[in-house]
Nanobody
Framework: QVHLVESGGGLVQAGGSLRLSCVAS????????MGWYRQAPGKQRELVAT???????NYADSVKGRFTITRDNAKNTVYLQMNNLQSEDTAVYYC?????????WGQGTQVTVSS
């Protein structure tokens, strides 16, 4: 079982920055593929970014060059640095873990960007 707890969401003006954090429980965090997804009102949940156990990253085209996903295995934490935020980034952001073939989700954290 993996438990994920996100933090760092909030209200920010367009052009501003936020950093999301996700702390994961579990035996060997370094083996997990971690990711961030988001869901805006009336829309489907979509991939934002992922990072493998080896540190390889993948980003949605809409966030490339603005968002950065990193992980600190010593702290069992994955981060999402979000810069130059725009109104279309407003959504609930969810932390995701793929661990030993199972999917786990956090409870979500709200990010609201005002224009």
């Amino acid at each position: 079982q993996v438990h994920l707890v996100e933090s760092g969401g909030g209200l920010v003006q367009a052009g501003g920055s936020l950093r999301l954090s996700c702390v994961a429980s579990g035996r060997i965090f370094s083996n997990y593929r971690m990711g961030w997804y988001r869901q805006a009102p009336g829309k489907q949940r979509e991939l934002v970014a992922t990072i493998t156990s080896g540190g390889s990253t993948n980003y949605a085209d809409s966030v490339k060059g603005r968002f950065t996903i990193t992980r600190d295995n010593a702290k069992n934490t994955v981060y999402l640095q979000m810069n130059n935020l725009q109104s279309e980034d407003t959504a609930v952001y969810y932390c995701h873990s793929l661990a030993y073939g199972y999917d786990y989700w956090g409870q979500g954290t709200q990010v609201t960007v005002s224009s």
